[in-house]
């Protein structure tokens, strides 16, 4: 009868040492879960990140081609008004919109100053299409100097984003 108790001991033990083991196991394999969504949210966020980054650069020199555009449309036309001259202007501020939305998007992962930053490159870049659209300027790419640096700070900052580890 005590080797019966014994075995019954034993089996408790055992029970108990495989709960045990089963607990840890699930606690591990929960762990490990975490750690994988984590892991999958970075690499999302880190991939739109660099999408919207390459979508502004690719706009960002959009912008300067339809201001060129504009520029000659208004050299030929001679008339700011001219249907030609409007719809190139059209584009250009078109343009603009989308990379001020693109870069409202960046921003709201960057904070306030990035925000104000991001504004008056998208600023700027109107005020040029305005010049442009007003009156001929030659070469239009020399109106771009302080826009071309300010974009050079959004590009280090997408490029800081993209080697940043999240």
């Known amino acids: 009868m005590a080797d019966s108790k ?3 001991n034993v089996f408790a033990y055992i ?23 984590e892991l ?10 660099a999408r919207t980054c390459k979508d ?33 202007s059209s584009e250009a501020l078109n343009t603009i919109s989308r990379f001020a ?12 100053e990035k925000r104000a930053q991001y504004t008056a490159l998208s600023n700027e ?5 305005g010049l442009a659209h007003k009156a001929p300027t030659g070469d239009p790419s ?9 974009f050079g700070v959004m590009n280090a900052d997408c490029v800081r984003s993209a080697t940043t580890r999240l």
């Open 142 to 150: 020399k109106l771009f100097g302080k826009a071309d640096d300010m």
């Open 101 to 112: 939305a693109l870069g409202t998007f960046l921003a709201n992962f960057q904070g306030e």
């Open 6 to 8: 014994g075995n019954a």
């Open 40 to 49: 999958i949210q970075t690499s999302v966020s880190r991939g739109e990140t």
């Open 56 to 88: 502004l650069i690719d706009v960002y020199f959009q912008i300067k081609y339809r201001t060129g555009a504009l520029a000659s449309a208004l050299e030929r036309e001679k008339n700011p008004n001219s249907p030609y001259v409007i719809a190139a």
């Open 15 to 37: 029970s108990f040492f495989v709960a045990a083991l089963s607990l840890v196991a699930t606690m591990y394999q929960a762990y490990l879960n975490t750690r994988y969504v």
């Open 125 to 129: 870049l109107a005020r040029i299409v």
